[in-house]
């Protein structure tokens, strides 16, 4: 059974930046596409960023778009979120999930097969 875990975040001022780490474990999810979600206090679960098995296709939310990269290396079977330019509206727990396929149906968290247990980020206004 595959198990994912997330490192990275904290409490940062707005403009800062964090990089955060999803790491596998317990199979290889090097096949696999991965996302990143994030879920503020009394709001649904929101997709951020996927990236392909290989690493040459990525989906970002428009949101983010221009601010967060999403990266991989299989090797390390690690995936990874560098977030630029921090804005107190990027508070949330993040989640990094992975999927069996690549696709738009990987902004939809109910196409995720694993899920990691969060990591939280904070940017005070």
């Known amino acids: 059974q595959g198990q994912l875990v997330e490192s990275g975040g904290g409490l940062v001022q707005a403009g800062g930046s964090l990089r955060l780490s999803c790491a596998a474990s317990?199979?290889?999810?090097?096949?696999?596409?991965m996302g990143w979600f994030r879920q503020a206090p009394g709001k649904e679960r929101e997709f951020v960023a996927a990236?392909?098995?290989?690493?040459?296709?990525?989906y970002y939310a428009d949101s983010v778009k221009g601010r967060f990269t999403i990266s991989r290396d299989n090797a390390e079977n690690t995936v990874y979120l560098q977030m630029n330019s921090l804005k107190p509206e990027d508070t949330a727990v993040y989640y990094c999930?992975?999927?069996?396929?690549?696709?738009?149906?990987?902004?939809?968290?109910?196409?995720?097969?694993?899920w990691g247990q969060g990591t939280q980020v904070t940017v005070p206004s």
């Open positions: 317990g199979r290889t999810f090097s096949t696999y596409a």
């Open positions: 999930a992975a999927a069996d396929s690549f696709g738009p149906q990987l902004l939809v968290p109910t196409s995720y097969d694993y």
């Open positions: 990236i392909s098995w290989r690493g040459g296709r990525t």
